[in-house]
C-alpha cells in the first residue's frame, strides 16, 4: 500500500513536466521539418538552375495550394514550389501543416506557429542565394505557455541568411560563444 500511494505521489509530480517535455518535443520537431524543408528549397533551387520558393500558407499544404496558397508572415504551414518561366504555374515539391505528426487531426488549431516578422517567403536562386535574410520564430499557439526564460517553452528560430545558408538557435540563450545562441 506504502509503494502504491508513493508512486502515486511520484507520478503526480512528473505529470507537468512530462506535459512540458511533449510540447517541446513538437516544437522541435515543428523547426527541424521547417529547417529540412529550407535545406530542400536550397538543393532543388541549385539541382533545377531555377528560382525555388519556400512559403508561409494558411493553406493546407498539398499539390492543389502551390498556384492558390494564401501566403501570411504567420502561419502554422509551409510548402517548398518552384514557378515555370513559361507558364508562370507553381508545382508543389514538398510541404508540411504544422498538425501533421502531433497527433491532431488535420482541420485541428496547430500547436506550432511559425512567425517570418515581414517575411512570408524566400525564393532561392540557381546558386542557392537567397531573395532576402529571415528569421523565422517557432512558438506555440497564442495563448499558449510562454518562451524561455519567462515560461517553460525551449521555442526555436530558423536565420536565412542573404547566402541561403540556414542554421537553427535558441533566443533563451545568451551565453557568448554558445554555439546554441542566435
Do not use: H
Amino acid at each position: 500500500m506504502i509503494a502504491v500511494a508513493l508512486l502515486s505521489i511520484l507520478l503526480l509530480l512528473g505529470i507537468p513536466a512530462f506535459g512540458t517535455y511533449l510540447q517541446n518535443a513538437k516544437l522541435r520537431s515543428g523547426a527541424e521539418n521547417f529547417f529540412a524543408g529550407v535545406q530542400m528549397a536550397r538543393a532543388e533551387a541549385v539541382r533545377r538552375n531555377a528560382p525555388v520558393q519556400i512559403v508561409l500558407t494558411t493553406d493546407y499544404p498539398d499539390a492543389g495550394a502551390a498556384n492558390t496558397t494564401n501566403l501570411s508572415a504567420t502561419a502554422p504551414n509551409w510548402l517548398v514550389r518552384v514557378q515555370d518561366p513559361t507558364t508562370l504555374e507553381f508545382t508543389f515539391i514538398e510541404g508540411k501543416a504544422g498538425t501533421e505528426g502531433a497527433g491532431q487531426a488535420a482541420d485541428a488549431t496547430a500547436w506550432v506557429q511559425i512567425t517570418g516578422g515581414a517575411v512570408s517567403s524566400i525564393t532561392f536562386n540557381g546558386f542557392g542565394r537567397a531573395s532576402t535574410a529571415a528569421t523565422f520564430a517557432f512558438s506555440g499557439p497564442a495563448g499558449g505557455p510562454a518562451c524561455a526564460p519567462a515560461g517553460p517553452m525551449r521555442c526555436l528560430n530558423i536565420m536565412v541568411s542573404l547566402g541561403g545558408q540556414a542554421r537553427m538557435c535558441d533566443p533563451a540563450v545568451t551565453a557568448v560563444g554558445d554555439s546554441r545562441a542566435c
